[in-house]
């Protein structure tokens, strides 16, 4: 059908920088076998990055401090449908309610995935387009995906970290040190080097249960 939604999941940012500031989230829809990268920027990237590793900021960023300005004025993130527009540039509709109003705002993709993800909102496409641009879940790893602006770029997910840990830069590190590294990362607000930090030691944990 073609209005038929498909209900996705954020499954990984990618930790290699592609052109200019920019990172691939992927997300993956809950019933099928397609992935969908959607390129985003630093800011956007560092923090659902933040949200996936559960790491806590010193101070609130700003999909965090807006999440906080909606419960405040008890405004409820219903739902987030990702749309693509004619030049290949991905956006959402995000319905929000508060008692009987209802209202559907456009944003930006990653804003609203973003802010999705702290309010536990669904997150949906259509199945036209999850067919059109999404990928083969087994085949993501070995093949080139496609960015809004029809470049080709390589990626490669923190889920595919977790999976061959060799590539992990802080492999010959302590526990002890790794989380003093993390500490020390989320001081400095590097959020990026700190989810990688923590990657590695919740492998290594999950290793000695």
């Given amino acids: 059908m073609e209005n038929e939604l498909v209900r996705l999941k954020v499954v990984g940012i990618t930790y290699n920088q592609i052109e200019n500031g920019m990172y691939a989230m992927v997300l993956e829809e809950e019933d099928g076998n397609h992935r969908l990268p959607i390129i985003i920027g630093y800011n956007e990237a560092q923090s659902i990055e933040c949200l996936l590793q559960k790491i806590k900021t010193p101070r609130p960023l700003t999909h965090e401090f807006t999440s906080e300005i909606l419960d405040s004025f008890g405004i409820d993130i219903e739902s987030v449908v990702i749309k693509q527009l004619e030049n290949g540039i991905f956006t959402a509709d995000v319905a929000l309610r508060k008692g009987e109003e209802f209202h559907v705002l456009d944003a930006r993709s990653s804003d609203a995935i973003a802010l999705a993800m702290r309010a536990g909102a669904p997150i949906f496409t259509s199945?036209?387009?999850?067919?059109?641009?999404?990928?083969?879940?087994?085949?993501f790893a070995s093949r080139q995906l496609h960015a809004s602006s029809r470049q080709s770029i390589p990626v490669r997910t923190a889920i595919e970290r977790v999976k061959n840990p060799n590539t992990s830069p802080y492999s010959d590190e302590s526990l002890e040190s790794l989380k003093r590294m993390m500490d020390k990362a989320v001081k400095n607000e590097d959020y990026e080097k700190a989810g990688e930090i923590k990657m590695e030691i919740d492998r290594r944990q999950k290793n000695t249960d």
């Fill in 127 to 139: 199945r036209d387009l999850i067919d059109k641009c999404g990928v083969e879940r087994d085949s």
